[in-house]
Nanobody, 124 residues
């Protein structure tokens, strides 16, 4: 069993930055590939980025590439999402998710554990 808890969301102006954290407890964090998803109002949940168990592989959707950076600290059992140059269309609830697979994929059903989400609001 793994418990995930996101933090770091908030209200920021367009062009600003936020860093989200996802603290993991329970089984060994480093045995899971990790991903970030987001869900905007009235939209389906969307895959954002993934990182491999060791952190040596990352992947981003095109709309955040060059602006967002996913990283992890296995010693601290924590996943991060550094978000720069934020846009109003980044407004969403952001979720971290863990999978036993070698890498994360953009399919919600592939993930074993989810956090409760943290709200990110970007004003124009």
């Amino acid at each position: 069993q793994v418990q995930l808890a996101e933090s770091g969301g908030g209200l920021v102006q367009a062009g600003g930055s936020l860093r989200l954290s996802c603290a993991a407890s329970g089984r060994t964090f480093s045995t899971y590939a990790m991903s970030w998803f987001r869900q905007a109002p009235r939209k389906e949940r969307e895959f954002v980025a993934t990182i491999s168990k060791s952190g040596d592989y990352t992947y981003y959707i095109d709309s955040v590439k060059g602006r967002f950076t996913i990283s992890r600290d296995n010693a601290k059992n924590t996943l991060y999402l550094q978000m720069n140059s934020l846009k109003p269309e980044d407004t969403a609830v952001y979720y971290c998710a863990a999978t036993n697979d070698r890498i994360g994929i953009p399919v919600e059903g592939d993930y074993d554990y989810w956090g409760q989400g943290t709200q990110v609001t970007v004003s124009s």
